[in-house]
């Protein structure tokens, strides 16, 4: 096989340091490396010790300082509020330095920490290369979090200023953030010294004197502020992650190794060029939003778009095909689900018929399994390639894709084909023993991780180690399994913890659980991720009651479903619960999670031999149908 992937795979994984080393020449340094990879302290690799740069200047003054002001940085597309405003590289040099002079003068220096806590609006952006600009950490909470999970990260990073706005638009609701800040500031132990807000005209925050400042006044008064030189191994952000607990994990994305393996990714994986539009229709409070809404694409030169709106209710299912049409949009990056709710509107994309779509040549998609269903349906509507990948938030971009920059395979529906060139991935069965081509186990990739990944947890070393290196010697572990077939094409079928995928967003069903046993009424319960046809999978919780509750269960479910709700947000979509006599277990007391989740879904299972007494899934098999689950629905 010669084509560039091979060559371009064979060299990252038996030379890194040629590999990388040479892709590092096409971003600005202001002190080269030392160092490639540096491997003197394992198991933490770092990439690029030695060198010093700055990845706002990458993002915005190097496309200024090479002639390219002009061109548009980002296209803010709004339509919830019923906006397109375009900011040019010159532009968004101006709104950045500025606000990095706000920061400033609150205080703000290297290694400092500020949280951003905002909706789609390029202040957030601005805010976000303020932060890389002045050496800054800038840990990014999305906006569908409650106070509560807002409250978690503030105790953990401990910042020194949070950002917000006044508000966020979901289709059908102005959702206010003040409060929700306010309330976390109070919930948390750590307290930042300052919060400026950026007003919005559809809700007006209220301020509380000497602590909250307005956006505005701020920035008519601020002094920019230059590029500082950074470490290519200081901190550019944290972006918190579920965990197996409600503890959420803190993951560290370095300067150096980022801005490489983003900038390479644009071409080789994406297919796009400096001066193509790229879009990924995700939200900046998730890893796709920091890796390809803000930092990939502005590394590449590219012009990318800022979309506060959803697949569909805003106004209606072609709202994608107009974005693209509209902008001109060459690649686009969104979740299966997303596809899912507009197939489910437009079930024959006649919408599509309206829109002049020849710019766009490719649909990626992430976050989730891409079922064959949704695959086929994207690929006959827009007949150009559809293409799945594989990543986390840990890695910060695609451990496994179709590189269409360097080789275009064929696809095979439920394969995001095969592992990106940098990552040595293997399947291993739970004694540690390779797994035969085709064979299910856990798949993980051999140390080092490439540039770009995870270096450690916030402050966090051993959770780090525990998390990820620990089951596996010698390998980071996914937490995915899956099989990887004859031809090298990645199969990935599930988590092996307990987090779930609920529209593309990852949550933990153990913190749910914890949340639910808050309830004074519940003695034990159990969250399990059941399939749904639009979010992939939903949470669905079995409570136990306490001895003697004598309480009409509905009003106990309601209760439940809204502390689950205030607790964790109306992100985790957790709506479905009931009430059972007890829970399935094994002898040893485990929860047979997996077996309840078998029933809901109709699919077959075997009785576990270790099953304590298995009258228990009788009942729960009637508890289900009850709710409109398992055969008994
Ligand atoms: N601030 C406040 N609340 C928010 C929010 C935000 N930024 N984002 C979502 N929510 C709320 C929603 O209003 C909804 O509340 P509800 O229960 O009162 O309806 C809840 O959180 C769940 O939101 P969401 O997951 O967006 O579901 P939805 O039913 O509103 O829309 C889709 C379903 C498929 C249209 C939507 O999930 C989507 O556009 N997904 C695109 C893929 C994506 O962004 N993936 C991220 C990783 S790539
Ligand atoms: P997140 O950290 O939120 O990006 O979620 C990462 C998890 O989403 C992965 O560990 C997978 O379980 C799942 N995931 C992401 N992309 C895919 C994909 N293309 N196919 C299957 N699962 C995916």
């Given at each position: 096989m010669s084509n560039l992937y091979a060559k371009a795979y064979e060299q990252s994984i038996n030379n890194p340091d040629k590999f990388w080393g040479s892709i590092a020449e096409d971003c600005h340094w202001y002190k080269k490396w030392d160092k490639v990879l540096d491997d003197s302290n394992k198991p933490f690799y770092r990439w690029f010790t030695g060198a010093e740069t700055n990845s706002c200047y990458n993002a915005v003054d190097l496309h200024v300082d090479n002639?390219?002001?002009?061109?548009?940085?980002i296209i803010y597309d709004s339509p919830v509020t019923d906006t397109i405003k375009k900011y040019t590289f010159f532009d968004l040099k101006d709104r950045v330095a500025k606000f990095a002079g706000v920061l400033t003068s609150k205080g703000v220096g290297k290694g400092d920490r500020v949280i951003i806590y905002m909706p789609m609006i390029p202040e957030a952006v601005f805010a976000m290369l303020a932060c890389a600009r002045i050496g800054a950490v800038h840990s990014v909470v999305f906006g569908g979090f409650a106070a509560n999970e807002l409250a978690t990260r503030i105790n953990d990073a401990k910042p020194k200023v949070i950002v917000s706005a006044s508000c966020g638009i979901e289709v059908t609701r102005v959702i206010e953030y003040k409060p929700l800040l306010d309330e976390a500031i109070n919930l948390s132990e750590s307290k930042p010294q300052t919060c400026i807000i950026f007003q919005r005209p559809q809700a007006t925050a209220n301020m509380i004197e000497q602590r909250d400042y307005d956006w505005n006044d701020e920035m008519a008064k601020a002094v920019p502020q230059d590029c500082v030189h950074v470490k290519a191994t200081d901190p550019l952000y944290i972006l918190y992650t579920s965990g197996t607990t409600g503890q959420p994990k803190g993951v560290v994305r370095d300067n150096g190794g980022h801005m490489v393996a983003l900038k390479w990714t644009?071409?080789?994986?994406?297919g796009v060029d400096k001066g193509d539009v790229y879009w990924a229709a995700s939200d900046i409070g998730w890893v796709v939003g920091h890796s390809y809404i803000v930092y990939g694409p502005l590394f590449k030169g590219c012009t990318t778009i800022l979309f506060e709106?959803?697949?569909?209710g805003t106004p209606d299912a072609a709202a994608f095909w107009r974005v693209i049409s509209q902008h001109k949009v060459k690649t686009m990056f969104t979740a299966p689900t997303a596809f899912r709710a507009i197939k489910r509107e437009d079930p024959n994309a006649q919408l599509m018929k309206n829109f002049n779509l020849s710019c766009f040549n490719y649909l990626f998609l992430a976050g989730e399994r891409l079922d064959p269903d949704t695959l086929s349906w994207a690929q006959n509507a827009l007949k150009i390639p559809v293409i799945d990948h594989w990543w986390q938030t840990e890695t910060?971009?695609?451990?496994?894709?179709?590189c269409v920059g360097l080789h275009r395979f064929d696809v095979k529906p439920g394969s995001p084909t095969k592992a990106v060139p940098g990552w040595n991935m293997v399947v291993l069965g739970p004694d540690g023993r390779a797994a035969r081509a085709g064979e299910i186990g856990a798949i993980v990739a051999k140390l080092p991780l490439p540039p770009g990944t995870l270096p450690t947890l916030w402050q966090n070393d051993q959770r780090y180690v525990d998390s990820?290196?620990?089951?596996?010697?010698g390998y980071y572990e996914t937490a995915d399994a899956g099989f990887i077939d004859e031809d090298g094409y990645v199969y990935v079928m599930a988590r092996t913890d307990d987090i779930i995928n609920v529209a593309g967003h990852r949550l933990s069903t153990g913190a749910m659980e914890e949340v639910i046993a808050e309830h004074p009424d519940v003695a034990e319960c159990a969250v399990m991720g059941v399939e749904d046809k639009l979010k992939g999978q939903i949470p669905l919780g079995m409570m136990v009651l306490n001895a003697g509750v004598d309480r009409d269960n509905d009003e106990i479910v309601k209760e439940v479903v809204d502390l689950v709700r205030s607790k964790i947000g109306p992100v985790a979509a957790f709506k479905t619960a009931t009430v059972v006599k007890r829970l399935p277990k094994t002898r040893s007391g485990k929860i047979l999670r997996g077996t309840m989740r078998a029933i809901a879904d109709k699919k077959k299972y075997k009785i576990p031999a270790?099953?304590?007494?298995?009258?228990t899934l009788d009942e729960i098999e009637e508890s289900l149908g009850k709710i409109g689950y398992g055969n008994k629905a």
């Open positions: 002639g390219n002001g002009e061109q548009d940085a644009m071409k080789a994986v994406y709106g959803k697949p569909v910060g971009w695609a451990i496994a894709a179709n990820y290196l620990t089951m596996f010697p270790t099953i304590d007494d298995h009258t």
